[in-house]
């Protein structure tokens, strides 16, 4: 496969971790694709949201991520290590998922023990310690792997803002950038400006993701030819816009306008296929009102016909798209084809991003000379993820529920999660179809 550039744009506003999370959904286009990284984290939090929320800002738009959590509860290093093996686990990321979130994860321990001068063993993490850290780290690694952006992939970045001013911290009022982000900052070497911004704007995370994925930085973006591009907000007012840009696209820079980072350069890749729809004026209008109330988002339908391909090839399409997160659902449909013909259409709903791999995946499984996309937008019930205590012979389980509503608020669907339900199935041996009433019943309480 051709190497994918990606050019992260943090020249502006520098970079958080629910920026780079909000600039990667906004890629995507799926509102709920962070929802499996925020309900494997609901066990060590149960108080853990996350929403996307549209933004704009001039011609750009894109999304904030509006994250809530128990800001009171804090974790040692070992525990938020920990959180981040478990959840990677039951994600099921890739061998470098996991390595790039453990690097991003160390580069915040080793910027605090050289900040405070102590060991790991000795180390009190502030604002870093709590739940949204995994959130932040482990849901860039997945929503990555998820677009298929992680693997064969060359990673660019601008010259970062940090930032002026000075800023209030659990340890007090400091200087901006903070003693973490500096130690970030000099220990690769990285280029970064002020900025016009009047406060912090590049957090440890931001600096530990960034740091962790860049290859080469760049003067400025230009000479990068975008073909498709996420924008993640930040929370705060600022003098300028506060967002920062991640694009997909070829790069096109002068040898001059480079610098290489720590890590080892890789093949120029060729340009990525640009998707995009342009609906007019009173279409737009419609779509609007259409989608009040309702999640809504753009996938990319793509299918193919095949009559000559045994049922393991077919199968293990399955496999391929599903456990590597490239697309949201497989279906194959029986048919009649050619000559009348017993065939299968296989049809894969996916993210607009993952359209080359995949249609290289079918071509080469399925022996198929072709197949067919169009981009389709859905309309969604608004859905979140709970927990439910179920207390059985003095022992304490807790089930994760995906709770979905109707227009009016009232609820659609209570399904609880398979997993979680086994897993107390199998150490109470009570049946799952006794256990959902019971944790139907207290779903609806909690939401109601």
Not at 27 to 32: P, R
Not at 147 to 172: C, P, Q, R, W
Not at 234 to 250: A, S
């Given at each position: 496969m051709s190497t994918k550039h990606v050019l992260i744009d943090v020249s502006i506003a520098g970079a958080s971790g629910d920026m780079f999370l909000a600039a990667l959904l906004d890629?995507?286009?799926?509102?709920?694709?962070?929802?499996?990284?925020?309900?494997?984290?609901?066990?060590?939090?149960?108080?853990l949201r996350v929403k996307m929320i549209p933004r704009s800002s001039g011609d750009t738009t894109g999304c904030h991520l509006e994250v809530t959590h128990d800001a009171s509860t804090r974790f040692s290093p070992s525990s938020l290590q920990r959180a981040i093996n478990e959840v990677a686990a039951e994600l099921e990321?890739?061998?470098?998922a996991l390595d790039l979130a453990t690097a991003a994860f160390n580069e915040i321990l080793q910027a605090e023990c050289r900040a405070h001068n102590v060991s790991i063993d000795q180390?009190?993490?502030?604002?870093?310690?709590s739940i949204d850290t995994v959130l932040d780290i482990v849901g860039t690694m997945y929503l990555?792997?998820?677009?298929?952006?992680?693997?064969?992939?060359?990673?660019?970045?601008?010259?970062?803002?940090?930032?002026?001013?000075?800023?209030?911290?659990?340890?007090?009022v400091l200087d901006v950038p903070v003693p973490a982000v500096s130690e970030i900052l000099a220990a690769h070497d990285v280029p970064f400006h002020a900025g016009k911004a009047e406060t912090e704007v590049l957090t440890p995370t931001g600096a530990a993701l960034l740091v962790t994925l860049a290859d080469v930085f760049v003067d400025s973006s230009e000479g990068f030819i975008p073909m498709n591009q996420g924008a993640g907000f930040?929370?705060?007012?600022?003098?300028?816009?506060?967002?920062?840009?991640?694009?997909?696209?070829?790069a096109d820079f002068a040898p001059s306008e480079t610098s290489e980072a720590t890590k080892t350069d890789t093949q120029q890749s060729e340009p990525l296929e640009k998707i995009e729809t342009t609906p007019d004026a009173e279409k737009t209008e419609e779509r609007k009102k259409m989608q009040e109330g309702w999640n809504a988002d753009e996938v990319i339908v793509i299918e193919t016909n095949v009559d000559d391909t045994d049922g393991e090839s077919i199968g293990s399409v399955f496999d391929l798209l599903?456990?590597?997160?490239?697309?949201?659902?497989?279906?194959?449909?029986?048919?009649?084809?050619?000559?009348?013909?017993?065939?299968?259409?296989?049809?894969?709903?996916?993210?607009?991003?993952?359209?080359?791999?995949?249609?290289?995946?079918?071509?080469?499984?399925?022996?198929?000379?072709?197949i067919r996309y169009t981009n389709w937008e859905r309309l969604k019930a608004v859905r979140e993820t709970i927990v439910c205590r179920l207390e059985i012979d003095d022992k304490e389980y807790m089930v994760r529920v995906k709770v979905s509503r109707a227009l009016d608020g009232s609820i659609i669907n209570i399904k609880?999660?398979?997993?979680?339900?086994?897993k107390v199935a199998k150490e109470t041996g009570i049946s799952i179809r006794e256990l959902k009433p019971r944790i139907a019943l207290q779903a609806h309480a909690i939401t109601e």
């Open positions: 890629i995507i286009g799926e509102d709920d694709s962070l929802l499996p990284v925020a309900a494997s984290l609901l066990i060590y939090d149960p108080t990321l890739s061998k470098k180390l009190h993490l502030h604002e870093t310690g990555l792997q998820l677009a298929g952006l992680l693997d064969d992939t060359k990673f660019y970045s601008t010259n970062v803002a940090v930032g002026n001013g000075t800023i209030d911290t659990e340890h007090g930040g929370t705060r007012e600022l003098n300028v816009p506060n967002m920062m840009k991640i694009i997909v696209g070829e599903l456990s590597e997160g490239l697309a949201y659902d497989v279906v194959v449909i029986p048919a009649f084809g050619k000559k009348n013909r017993p065939c299968f259409v296989v049809k894969v709903i996916a993210p607009k991003s993952g359209l080359k791999t995949i249609a290289e995946i079918l071509i080469r499984h399925l022996g198929t000379i072709g609880p999660e398979a997993d979680d339900m086994l």
